[in-house]
């Protein structure tokens, strides 16, 4: 199964600031990756896909990048509704897998 | 407009069997493979199982393989998943998702919509 590492956890910024998280994987998956978004009783919504393109409707300051088996998802500047919990996904192989997750709130 | 609409989810005891329905409207269901994604309280997500536009292959997670059964019915755009022999570490939202289109590979549409959620608690 692939891993994806996901980092960090929880992490809390202040508003304008540029924040940054990543997964890794275990193997190659290329760029087939998608970055969600989970606010509080909802359900994900997707932000990023095939690592880089910004999803319908996500504001412009969200962008997804890969250097080798790193993937990152960053906000250029955040905003208070960005707070969320983000989520990774390899599609590349079965069984899928989810990052475990990261928290994000506002210092 | 696309719409998923999961139901059947409640409180069920170990060992009883549950079946969860996802109710496709706003688009050509038979063009789309079909997932099922869970989250336990608290946790992060976790695939569950998929199946190919025409019913042909299931994919499963090692933990549901042999208790969990996807299938869908295209003349009423229905995504189905049977779930037997339920343990308390099934407790969780289940999510109806939209994966792949059948045409060729196609990253936009992966995983662009999501239902709203029904939440299976097992416990006795």
């Known amino acids: 199964d692939i891993q994806m590492t996901q980092s960090p956890s929880s992490m809390s910024a202040s508003l304008g600031d540029r924040v940054t998280i990543t997964c890794q994987a275990s193997q190659d998956i290329g760029n087939d990756l998608i970055w969600f978004q989970q606010k509080p009783g909802k359900s994900p919504r997707r932000v990023i896909y095939y690592a880089t393109n910004l999803a319908n409707g996500v504001p412009s300051r969200f962008s997804g990048s890969r250097s080798g088996s790193d993937y990152s998802l960053t906000i250029i500047s955040l905003e208070s509704e960005d707070v969320a919990d983000y989520h990774c996904l390899q599609y590349k192989q079965y069984p899928l897998t989810f990052g475990s997750g990261t928290k994000l709130e506002i210092k | 407009e696309v719409q998923l609409v999961e139901s059947g989810g409640g409180l069920i005891q170990p060992g009883r069997s549950l079946t969860l329905s996802c109710a496709a409207s706003g688009f050509t269901f038979s063009n789309y493979y079909m997932a099922w994604v869970r989250q336990a309280p608290t946790k992060g997500l976790e695939w569950v199982a998929s199946?190919?536009?025409?019913?042909?292959?299931?994919y499963f997670r090692d933990s549901v393989r042999g208790r969990f059964t996807i299938s869908r019915d295209k003349a009423n755009s229905t995504l189905y998943l049977q779930m037997d022999s339920l343990r308390s570490e099934d407790t969780a939202t289940y999510y109806c998702?939209?994966?792949?289109?059948?045409?060729?590979?196609?990253?936009?549409?992966?995983?662009?919509?999501w239902g709203q959620g029904t939440l299976v608690t097992v416990s006795s």
């Open positions: 998702v939209r994966a792949d289109y059948y045409g060729g590979y196609s990253p936009v549409n992966w995983f662009a919509y």
């Open positions: 199946i190919t536009h025409r019913s042909t292959t299931t």
